[in-house]
């Protein structure tokens, strides 16, 4: 061997050497199959450990049958809008998961802000993307009555409830307030015209209309919470490999998508903010995603929707809500002020994420590779601390992140009817 | 020949310092850590103990904690002003919620509400004591 070619082996070798040191270190005690840890890790992701689904106490009808079939109905109907052409069902796509695959929302006009699923939401203490919402209830009735999105008033949708809803309405709220004199047009909103008719209306009025519209979200929000995940191909995966049986056609993995799983609980680190059966902590968390098109407003996140979330007209602590003192627990320690809320956004499901491109808070990254390029980089924020740290992760690596990611895929469960248009009357 | 040499050596260091920055990603807590339920505060002028609502302490949920709190000498606090906070030190974030001593529970106890944790890994909670025997804080690890 001439002394170049000798150098060479040598430094072949010493790679060799610092590579299995390297990985040995990382990974004390890994050898083919899971550790204890990594099991009871592989465990905590399955939809296997969710629990029950958790009461929601400032929703008193969110478990009645007869609330979710009202609510069912008018998730799917245009008249609760501005101009008739808008209803939930607009941006919340049964058919894709209840998103739009758009990266900002079309209702009236155009929001500043990506369609977020449903499925799986009533587990989740806080609503939109900066968790302004601390209820699907209260989330349900924000988009009614922004001018961009529905693009109505709370007054016409309580006439529309006396009009075509009553029994149904009645069945599970009670008696209907009266609403003479209450105008067509009126509610809280940036319409000149309709916000001077609400001023206008006694504050008792006001309330009675404000008690159905709570109404109208709490009855959504009982349909919303019927939607869940049924089990996928990386759920089915989890339970065979736990159980030591071998993989059938609906459980198998291929060996980039083990990697890929091993890479999101360990290397990569994913499993930090996307824990537990949702792959969400529910939690808020600046990762240094790019600013939105130049044309749309600053945008600062947690930071402003907490602050939103405590002053909320019908917040857990409201008096529309159901919830006795105690349980309003989130809100009531919720962190309201600090850095660390600018620009922090909250964990998304990764649930059919492989589904539904665009990514980010406004659809700013368009596929998955770019999502896995942008934690591996992790780029300075527009604004605020971000909390990554970059990840060497080959190309290699980050195929295998994708591709595990895509064994999260699969399909909704609900009851008969739930994922479809409502029947006609 | 000397040429290739510092190449190589250029090249295995290169890997090394590749490899290690990955593996500092996922880096273990400091091996020292002291995970004690029961901790001495950093100046000597209490002892602190936590006792998690269910002993053991979940993640993502909010829970409630009891805090015993004695003086050195073993005397009940049962009239402080304690504020919380803490965070993931590895993580560059705080704690998710804000916890608060909502009440005295007589005897030294003080309720804890609003504790959450949202993620895995070594947290540290840090109490901020005021009491008669003056201003004092203890930290608590958590392996969760």
Redesign the interface.
């Known amino acids: 061997m001439t ?2 070619a000798v ?2 082996s ?2 072949l070798l ?2 060799v050497a ?2 299995s040191a ?1 990985w040995a ?2 990974r004390p005690g890994a050898a083919p199959g899971w550790s204890a840890d990594e099991r009871a890790l592989l465990r905590s992701l399955s939809l296997a450990s969710l629990g029950p689904l958790p009461a929601d106490p400032s929703n008193r009808h969110a478990d009645d049958p007869r609330a979710a079939a009202l609510g069912h109905r008018l998730f799917f109907d245009t008249r609760f809008s501005g101009d008739g052409t808008v209803s939930c069902a607009t941006c919340h796509l049964p058919a894709r998961d209840f998103q739009d695959d758009r990266a900002l929302a079309q209702g009236m006009g155009t929001t500043n802000r990506r369609t977020m699923p449903i499925a799986g939401t009533a587990r989740s203490p806080w609503m939109f993307w900066d968790g302004r919402s601390d209820s699907q209830w209260s989330q349900a009735l924000g988009p009614l009555e922004s001018p961009v999105e529905h693009g109505g008033n709370r007054a016409r949708y309580a006439h529309l409830v006396a009009e075509a809803y009553r029994a149904e309405y009645e069945a599970v709220f009670g008696a209907l307030a009266s609403l003479d004199g209450v105008p067509r047009d009126a509610g809280p909103v940036e319409h000149e015209a309709w916000r001077r008719a609400w001023e206008r209306l006694p504050e008792r009025r006001r309330e009675d209309v404000s008690r159905i519209y709570a109404n109208i979200g709490k009855a959504i929000a009982a349909y919303e919470r019927t939607i869940a995940h049924a089990p996928s191909r990386f759920d089915r995966w989890v339970e065979a490999e736990l159980a030591g049986r071998p993989h059938t056609a609906g459980s198998a993995m291929t060996r980039d998508e083990v990697a890929g799983l091993r890479l999101f609980i ?2 990569g ?1 994913c ?3 996307h ?2 059966p949702l792959f969400t ?3 808020f ?1 600046n990762t240094g995603v790019p600013a939105a098109s130049p044309a749309l407003p600053a945008d600062s996140g947690r930071a402003t929707g907490v602050r939103q979330a405590v002053a909320a007209e019908f917040a857990c602590t409201s008096r529309y809500s159901d919830a006795g003192a105690d349980d309003c ?2 809100l ?5 002020e ?1 850095e ?1 809320l600018v620009r922090a956004y909250k964990t998304p499901s990764l649930r059919n994420v492989a589904e539904r491109a665009p990514y980010m808070h406004a659809g700013q990254l368009a596929t998955l590779e770019a999502v896995v390029d942008h934690y591996a980089r992790a780029p300075r924020p527009p604004a605020g ?1 971000s ?1 990554l ?4 992760l080959s190309a290699d690596e980050r195929r295998q992140l994708v591709a595990f990611l895509r064994t999260l895929s699969g399909p909704l469960a609900a009851p008969p009817g739930h994922l479809a248009t409502p029947p006609r009357r | ?1 000397r040429t ?2 510092i190449a ?2 250029r ?2 260091s290169l ?2 310092a ?6 500092l ?2 880096a273990r807590p400091p091996k020292d850590l002291d995970y004690s339920r029961t901790r001495q505060s950093e100046s000597g002028l209490y002892r602190a103990t936590i006792r998690p609502q269910g002993d053991s302490i979940p ?2 949920t ?1 829970h409630r904690w009891t805090l015993h709190l004695e003086t050195a000498q073993g005397a009940p606090v049962t009239t402080a002003t304690i504020a919380i906070d803490g965070g993931m030190p590895q ?10 001593v909502t009440r005295a529970l007589g005897g030294g106890d003080h309720l804890v ?2 504790m ?1 944790f ?4 070594w947290w540290v909670v840090k109490l901020h004591v005021d009491a008669a025997a003056g201003r004092d804080s203890v930290v608590f690890n958590l392996a969760l």
């Open positions: 002394r170049p150098w060479i040598a430094a010493l790679c610092l590579v390297a270190g990382c360990g290397k680190s499993i930090n903010c824990n537990g902590d529910d939690h968390h627990a989130e009531r320690f919720a962190v309201t600090g660390e601390h909390e740290v970059p990840t060497q | 020949m290739t040499r190589i050596t090249l295995a890997a090394a590749t490899l290690l920055t990955g593996c990603l996922f993640t993502g909010l993580h560059r974030h705080g704690l998710p919620t804000k916890p608060r509400e609003g959450k949202n993620m895995g890994g």
